[in-house]
């Protein structure tokens, strides 16, 4: 720990305002979203604990019928929307975090078989990369998503809705972690320590995995940072479609779709702050995925 605080990468993060208020911003959302059911004043996915006389409350302001008031005010349904923003949190992290999982781990290992095989394997798998590509990546999602939704039986598309999400969402984020793993790849083969291993006998596998993967992952933290705030972003388009997360357990997507529906109405504080509370993570990850592209990057340097 003690030569963690004396590094370059710390000591460049001190220096750095911009990463210190991303980073406290990214930590006390996550941590509000673990945190919820300690935080938020009541359950809004519980429907003993909503009354339909508080809804369309305005923020501070005392429901002239129950004579309850709310920090943010409350939705149609008589959510308490602060703890509606927390518990959608949840969701949309949870959603966002599997998904660069899944792209990562999926690009990682496609990059590292291309970069290292190479010949008609890294063809094909370069070129099904340069074709998604060409395709916005939410369209490509919006894809994914509505085969699997096909092929499912309808009695189980309510309960694999979030899993159908994580996975249409990693499908189409993917391509960035296989083309420069790929590339890393092709440098790192060339070098002795890889001639080294040939000749004392190790299969390809054994190359792949133990020597070169361990030096090709230094940019993928970076990409990976990056896509997260991607994948929310994904999850909040898709979901404000109606084509994401179920209605009865709403991310921040849902959240703004349904604040659209009121926004003209007056009831402008059911859109705005989850739109707030989107911006400012998906704003800090970005800002904090820019500055460790930066540090770790030493041509930039």
């Not at 010949?119 to 998503?145: C, E, H, K, N």
Request: aromatic letters at 12%.
């Amino acid at each position: 720990m003690e030569r963690f605080f004396r590094s370059d990468f710390f000591y460049h993060f001190c220096h750095a305002p911009v990463a210190i208020v991303s980073f406290i911003t990214i930590i006390l959302i996550i941590l509000s979203a673990i945190f919820a059911n300690l935080i938020a004043p009541t359950n809004p996915f519980d429907p003993s604990s909503l009354n339909l006389m508080n809804g369309f409350t305005p923020p501070l302001e005392t429901n002239e019928f129950t004579g309850e008031s709310f920090l943010l005010g409350t939705d149609d349904q008589g959510r308490d929307l602060f703890s509606t923003i927390l518990y959608g949190l949840r969701i949309s992290l949870f959603v966002g975090l599997m998904a660069v999982f899944l792209a990562m781990v999926m690009g990682v290992l496609l990059g590292l078989i291309a970069g290292f095989l190479g010949g008609w394997i890294d063809s094909i798998i370069m070129r099904f990369a340069d074709i998604q590509m060409t395709f916005p990546s939410i369209l490509v999602a919006m894809l994914i998503y509505g085969v699997a939704r096909g092929i499912l039986p309808p009695e189980v598309r309510y309960e694999m809705s979030i899993v159908v999400l994580i996975i249409s969402i990693g499908l189409s984020e993917w391509v960035p972690f296989a083309r420069t793993v790929r590339g890393s790849t092709l440098v790192e083969k060339e070098k002795e320590y890889v001639t080294a291993a040939k000749m004392i006998g190790l299969n390809r596998q054994q190359i792949m995995v133990r020597h070169i993967l361990p030096n090709v992952l230094s940019p993928v933290l970076v990409i990976a940072t990056i896509t997260f705030a991607l994948a929310i972003i994904a999850e909040a388009t898709l979901s404000f479609l109606g084509v994401g997360v179920p209605t009865t357990k709403p991310s921040l997507g849902t959240l703004i779709r349904i604040g659209q529906d009121f926004l003209f109405s007056g009831e402008w504080w059911i859109l705005l702050f989850p739109a707030i509370t989107l911006l400012a993570l998906a704003l800090s990850i970005n800002l904090f995925g820019d500055w460790l592209r930066d540090t770790l990057n030493p041509k930039l340097k």
